[in-house]
């Protein structure tokens, strides 16, 4: 028996944002996906660049520590990011997540660092094998909220761990044995927290092709309003001595990694020699010449197949995924360093001076961190509607500290929430956040261009059904005069509906009744 991957991998930009900073990878033996973060700071560069690195592993066969050859890898990336900083101070800021499964003789290695995720679809079952590395699912983990506060709370993108090159890499490790039958889905949060686990189960368990799973699955994010880039792979563990479907061998790129030669992201944008130049060069290493004309992996990259030996890693127990998930590894805690009491001072006249002292360095620090954090949350911006229902660019977290609001209105657009699609209202509602108030003004723009084409297309109709009430009106009259109806223009086709997505008419100030054409006659 001889267990491999058939994949599918697709990536989308979503409704909301400009660029794409997901990318991802797939090929016969490493499916990974990175979730870039950073905005103005190049949150695609970090992705390509770890998702470039990443790639190697799928050039030979793993060697006997799959964990070890993972962790190696990500310290990698992790380095190749810290170089380029260093290079190009313009994309000091840069992070990206990563999710990646690592796949030999029937055993799957997964490295998890951030709060992109993975699933195995095992049986009908979906079970979460990552564990998001966020506030929220740590104040989840501590009792704190309930998972149903996730995905409402004003801090739900906050990262614990990510690889930024600033920090030392600390990945999730974990092995598990792989079954005929199993499909896994490797995935950016902007499916995993725009999609409910039920769907993605019920979408994963009903369509047979991972292509047209991906393809299906990216559509169900752009129907929740689509708020971030969407990545996704979907693998299937196939026996190769029994399907009849044939495994997949060509690797595929995704996403901002697909797009290997950016002039933007040099250190001076035509510098042939830049830091970014080198995933050019690290993927022509990895690929050699099955590059085809475009600048993509070759579709014939030949791949040697491995059979299954005896290798029996201890399996892991599976939990079933809840909203946030519970993934057959959960993440170690971490002790707390308690600092050892010190020894009181002898001389009790002392003691009044170093009680003052401590306490004026104390306030210094408290006035200093607040001063701090105030003034990190100023550059913070995000795109809510207001107590009036007009939506808003804020300044500022959505959050309170003991009464007081950490944000204000910063731009009105005078866009009304109740002219707003169905499929950006509730991303509005539960507050979009945006890394510059540039990128917050795109978002608006995207709402108020959605508006605008609903707005259209409404005027349209009514017009149009005013146009036919008055010809029909006119052909009625020339009936009861007994004079010839040729003459009388008629009006031109009818227009399309408002899309399923627009809010009704009377949201624009037009009647209901205004937009229903009347009943035709026979002329």
């Known amino acids: 028996m001889t267990l491999v991957l058939r994949y599918a991998v697709r990536s989308d930009v979503g409704l909301l944002r400009e660029g794409n900073e997901d990318s991802a990878y797939a090929g016969p033996r490493l499916l990974a996906v990175a979730d870039g973060m950073g905005g103005h700071a190049a949150g695609e560069v970090a992705s390509s660049l770890t998702i470039a690195s990443m790639a190697k592993l799928d050039s030979e066969p793993p060697g006997g520590d799959m964990l070890a050859e993972l962790s190696s890898a990500v310290a990698a990336a992790n380095a190749r990011l810290q170089e380029m900083i260093i290079a190009n101070p313009a994309v000091e800021g840069m992070g990206t997540t990563l999710t990646a499964l690592f796949w030999s003789d029937g055993h799957a290695a997964v490295c998890h660092i951030g709060d992109s995720r993975g699933y195995l679809l095992r049986e009908g079952e979906l079970y979460q094998i990552t564990h998001d590395h966020t506030l929220v699912q740590s104040l989840v983990d501590e009792g704190r909220i309930s998972a149903e506060d996730v995905s409402t709370h004003p801090q739900r993108s906050l990262l614990l761990r990510a690889l930024d090159g600033r920090s030392v890499a600390e990945p999730d490790l974990s092995v598990h044995d792989g079954q005929a039958g199993d499909r896994y889905l490797l995935c950016s949060d902007g499916l995993s927290g725009v999609v409910s686990d039920e769907t993605l189960r019920e979408t994963l368990a009903t369509i047979e092709d991972p292509e047209a799973v991906t393809r299906q699955l990216i559509e169900l994010a752009l129907h929740g309003g689509g708020p971030d880039n969407i990545t996704c792979i979907v693998a299937d563990v196939v026996d190769t001595a029994t399907s009849r479907v044939p495994s997949t061998g060509t690797p595929v790129m995704a996403g901002a990694a697909a ?173 979009i956040t945006a890394s510059s108030l540039s990128e917050a003004q795109r978002i608006v723009a995207n709402v108020r261009a959605a508006v605008t084409t609903c707005q259209h297309q409404y005027a349209a109709l009514q017009a149009w059904v005013s146009e036919q009430s008055s010809y029909q009106a006119e052909v009625a009259l020339a009936k009861r005069l007994k004079k010839p109806v040729n003459g009388i223009p008629k009006p031109g086709p009818q227009p399309p509906k408002a899309g399923p997505m627009c809010p009704p008419s009377t949201a624009f100030g037009i009647p209901a009744n205004a937009v229903v054409p009347a009943a035709t006659g026979h002329s």
């Open 259 to 431: 797009n290997v030669s950016d002039p933007r992201l040099s250190t001076d944008g035509t510098a042939p020699g830049s830091p970014f130049g080198g995933i050019d060069d690290h993927l022509e290493n990895h690929f050699g010449d099955h590059y085809d004309d475009h600048r993509q992996p070759s579709l014939t990259m030949p791949h040697s197949m491995t059979a299954v030996d005896d290798l029996d890693p201890a399996s892991m127990p599976l939990a079933p995924a809840s909203e946030n998930g519970t993934g057959l590894r959960a993440a170690p805690s971490r002790r707390s360093h308690r600092g050892q009491p010190k020894r009181a001072v002898r001389a009790g006249r002392r003691r009044w001076p170093i009680v003052t002292t401590s306490l004026v360095v104390l306030l210094a620090v408290i006035i200093g961190g607040g001063y701090i954090a105030w003034r990190w949350s100023q550059d913070q911006y995000y795109v809510a509607a207001d107590s009036k229902g007009e939506v808003v660019i804020y300044r500022g977290i959505n959050q309170r500290i003991a009464g007081i609001s950490l944000s204000r209105p910063y731009q009105q657009t005078a866009i009304p929430l109740a002219q707003v699609p169905s499929n950006y209202q509730q991303t509005v509602k539960a507050t």
